[in-house]
């Protein structure tokens, strides 16, 4: 049985100097704190793919990602206590001799089975796992499946990820709701459920994504409501070197946060987005009198 979520999630005023100088109020939509298996946006973008797999009568999920997915381990733990099997395609064909690292033993150890890929093998499954129930070849290797693609963003994903400005009251032409981006699931859904007037800002936390992500976020809001919005754009200047890169700069600016407001914060997705808000703040990227309104989007890796 999957714990009931804590919805809606705390939205906390945080009163930090750095943004005060610039004239900007900060607000963090603590969706960290949603649920302790199935935390942030990964039960916002799953709640609604595991309905839809229920209601189908899927009895086996199956998803992509790397050796420390957050999405990977989201969908084991929802998975497993759904009664469900689960099947993890995982980039690095090195790893599979390997002693397991602690995310995919959380996995595993949820009921997860995993297989591990070339990079060039998984690109291609990646690239081609489109549908519900994926290509034919991977219905040869797993049978029937409901597949998720990687990061879990697809049109379904999107409209769980709408519910977040729902329950951000007053929203109006001086607030930015901002979040970190990986595949562009919880972006699409922030923009597509704003109220006229405010906007959606988001973080790239991997290098070179200019333009695929952006394309990225469009096709999702075709899918999940035949047009596009114009009210988001996607910030690319501070991925601090790619996915997964985290400098000493961020870690540093991370901890005087944490310590300033009480905070604890992942570092490749979250930490990356306040570091961003406060350097677009400073250097005078919003007009005096914007709210910014930060997602927390995930916990931060065990230490």
Do not use: Q
């Not at 990646?126 to 049978?143: C, F, N, S, V, Y």
């Amino acid at each position: 049985m999957l714990e009931p979520a804590l919805l809606p999630t705390p939205l906390v005023d945080c009163a930090d100097e750095a943004f005060a100088r610039a004239g900007v109020a900060l607000r963090l939509k603590r969706d960290d704190l949603l649920h302790p298996t199935v935390p942030g946006n990964k039960w916002r973008k799953l709640a609604p793919n595991l309905a839809a797999a229920v209601e189908r009568g899927h009895t086996r999920l199956l998803t992509f990602g790397g050796a420390y997915s957050t999405h990977l381990r989201a969908v084991a733990a929802a998975a497993g206590a759904l009664g469900l099997e689960s099947v993890g395609l995982v980039r690095g064909e090195e790893l599979a001799g390997r002693p397991r690292n602690w995310s995919l033993r959380a996995a595993e150890a949820s009921g997860m089975r995993l297989e591990f890929l070339t990079r060039a093998e998984y690109r291609e499954a990646t690239g081609r796992a489109e549908g519900e129930h994926g290509t034919d070849a991977l219905l040869r290797r797993w049978g029937r499946c409901l597949v998720l693609p990687e990061g879990g963003s697809n049109a379904l994903a999107a409209v769980g990820a709408a519910a977040i400005p729902a329950e951000l009251p007053g929203l109006g032409e001086r607030d930015v709701v901002c979040c970190p981006v990986g595949t562009g699931g919880t972006l699409a859904g922030i923009a597509a459920g704003l109220p006229p007037g405010a906007r959606a800002l988001g973080v790239a936390v991997l290098r070179g994504g200019e333009g695929y992500l952006e394309a990225e976020v469009a096709r999702l809001h075709r899918a999940a409501y035949g047009r596009e919005f114009g009210n988001w754009r996607i910030d690319h200047g501070h991925h601090g070197g790619g996915y997964g890169k985290v400098t000493a700069e961020l870690d540093g600016f991370a901890e005087r946060f944490e310590r300033r407001h009480g905070v604890p914060l992942e570092r490749r997705y979250v930490a990356k987005l306040l570091a961003a808000l406060a350097d677009l703040a400073a250097a005078g990227a919003f007009p005096r009198g914007t709210r910014l309104t930060a997602v927390v989007t995930g916990l931060p890796d065990p230490r």
